[in-house]
Nanobody, 121 residues
Framework: VQLQAFGGGLVQAGGSLRLSCAAS????????MGWFRQAPGKERELVAG????????YYATSVNGRFTISRDNAKNTVYLQMNSLKAEDTAAYYC???????????????WGQGTQVTVSS
């Protein structure tokens, strides 16, 4: 499956952004989807994951209550709505697909290119 993420940009602290990730190549609904981020000098982390149907989600503690992951299988797209953004949310954000669980980082095996999110304080 091929993934393409977009929607990043520069936003002030407290603002919102919505990232989108379009999938192609294989049946999108067969995959769990996730959003990862990586800031300079830091390890990549899974910030949100969603199962194939959208009925189950996972959030990292650092974003729980501020970020919402969702998917539209008819449009082969997964979204990450980011609210109340903080400077520490600044990172390159990547979407990824997994044939396994949506909450385990090492299950993800297909990756899109990153989209940069910069939050100014």
């Amino acid at each position: 499956v091929q993934l393409q993420a977009f929607g990043g940009g520069l936003v002030q602290a407290g603002g919102s952004l919505r990232l989108s990730c379009a999938a192609s190549g294989r049946t999108f609904s067969h995959y769990a989807m996730g959003w990862f981020r990586q800031a300079p000098g830091k390890e990549r982390e899974l910030v949100a994951g969603i199962n194939w149907s959208g009925s189950s989600t996972y959030y990292a503690t650092s974003v729980n209550g501020r970020f919402t992951i969702s998917r539209d299988n008819a449009k082969n797209t997964v979204y990450l709505q980011m609210n109340s953004l903080k400077a520490e949310d600044t990172a390159a954000y990547y979407c990824a697909a997994a044939r396994g669980t949506w909450y385990a980082e090492d299950e993800y095996e297909y990756w899109g290119q990153g989209t940069q999110v910069t939050v100014s304080s």
